[in-house]
């Protein structure tokens, strides 16, 4: 998470969004940098304001927009399947190279998945506790584009944006019905993509 207070602006790093590539190119603008351990990096929406907020305006840093980049939910999912493959993870619990992607989706949408498909929930993290989207400025991960714009015009700078911590390749088939139960079971997922067209 990068906080720009003279620009009242802050950047959420929701995982698997581009924000390392995007962390990179604005680091040395940012005024306050949350860069680790990834707990901190990654700070959902509801806990920026209900922790972060309150101390960042009693010293003087107020008035902060929030700007989050949001992925398609397959192509999430598919993202933390192919990172959970790499070879560095074999043998650990979140390891997926035993399991098709289908099945890590399926088990993605257990009340209690197994700790391989437990990668937590874009709706939560750009939402207050109530429900609410608290996030004032939500762009596509596939219009990452048009989220350099902006911030490029809100922070009156030119970012140059290379792709880091990319995912390897992996098969991310996925049946019919269970892209239909992930659809059924997880709504706010897409619709929350949708809104996020620019």
Known sequence: MLVFAKKKIALLAMPKTGTTAL???????AEITFRDPPAIKHTPAYRYNRLLRPYLETSGVADLE?????????????????????????????????????????EYLKGKPAPWAHVGSPEKFIRRGSGAVIVDHLFQYEQLDKMVLF????????????????????????SEKTEAKLKRKRPDMFTDWEMARR
């Open 23 to 29: 962390e990179s190119a604005l680091t040395p603008h």
């Open 66 to 106: 929030l700007v989050c980049a949001i992925r398609h939910p397959i192509s999430w999912l598919g993202s933390w399947y192919r990172y959970r493959s790499r070879p560095s993870k074999d043998g650990h619990p979140n390891s997926t190279k035993h399991v098709s992607f289908d099945e890590f989706v399926n």
């Open 151 to 174: 911030l490029q015009d809100r922070l009156d700078l030119v970012l140059d944006v290379r792709e880091e911590n990319v995912s390897p390749h992996g098969d991310l088939t996925l």
